[in-house]
């Protein structure tokens, strides 16, 4: 992998971080519930965005590979990785692969919350 590329996807990390942080912000000032309004709507704008993303590289010329990685790994990467594991998912079920799509939601969301909260209980333990 060249240094170029890695450029390309940490630029568009930057950006797309930056864009969670300001979209989470004004939405939990406009919404200030205890309610992750901000999260849930960079989750779903980020898999819109993903979705619209590969749909333009799948027409072929639409995006170079440079402005898909840019958008796909860069940006959207940054601006939450749950449209990857969205895209994913899709990809198992377009795959008929059902079996995989259900250990792949259900292990990444049990797992991922009990390692939260491991994390959580081993730095309170020290």
């Not at 450029?7 to 939990?28: D, E, M, N």
């Not at 849930?40 to 170079?64: E, H, K, M, P, Q």
């Not at 079996?99 to 081993?122: D, E, P, R």
């Amino acid at each position: 992998m060249s240094i170029r590329i890695l450029l390309i996807i940490g630029t568009g990390g930057f950006l797309g971080t930056i864009a969670r942080y300001l979209t989470q912000q004004s939405i939990s000032k406009i919404l200030p519930i205890l309610f992750p309004y901000g999260t849930l709507t960079v989750n779903i704008a980020g898999c819109f965005l993903i979705g619209i993303i590969y749909a333009l590289a799948d027409r072929g010329n639409a995006l170079s590979p440079e402005w898909r990685i840019f958008l796909t790994t860069g940006f959207c990467g940054g601006y939450t990785t749950f449209s990857t594991f969205s895209y994913e998912s899709y990809n198992l079920i377009r795959d008929e692969q059902y079996l995989y799509l259900s250990l792949y939601i259900g292990l990444s969301v049990i797992l991922g919350i009990m390692a939260t909260f491991l994390g959580i209980i081993l730095i309170k333990s020290l």
